[in-house]
């Protein structure tokens, strides 16, 4: 049924993420440990987005979460 999704996010997503994260990360660990995480993230290069159409069918719920997976490690697997 190929129920993944992937989207390449382009840059203003990208800084809302990184700004969302940092935030999250200097409330729970400071701002140290919120501006490491901050230049980490900022020194990815690309980013993709992955979701997964769900059913209404438990059994073709969970097949197609298993696709998804299948899908996303394949394409782990062709990027390294």
């Given at each position: 049924?190929?129920?993944?999704?992937?989207?390449?996010?382009?840059?203003?997503?990208?800084?809302?993420?990184?700004?969302?994260?940092?935030?999250l990360?200097?409330?729970?660990?400071?701002?140290?440990?919120?501006?490491?995480?901050?230049?980490?993230?900022?020194?990815?290069?690309?980013?993709?987005?992955?979701?997964?159409?769900?059913?209404?069918?438990?059994?073709?719920?969970?097949?197609?979460?298993?696709?998804?997976?299948?899908?996303?490690?394949?394409?782990?697997?062709?990027?390294w």
């Open positions: 049924t190929e129920p993944w999704r992937v989207r390449w996010l382009g840059p203003e997503t990208r800084a809302s993420l990184v700004d969302l994260n940092a935030k990360v200097a409330a729970s660990k400071g701002e140290d440990a919120a501006e490491k995480k901050r230049q980490s993230w900022n020194r990815v290069p690309g980013w993709l987005f992955v979701t997964c159409r769900r059913s209404s069918d438990p059994l073709q719920d969970e097949e197609d979460v298993a696709a998804c997976h299948c899908a996303v490690q394949n394409l782990l697997l062709a990027l």
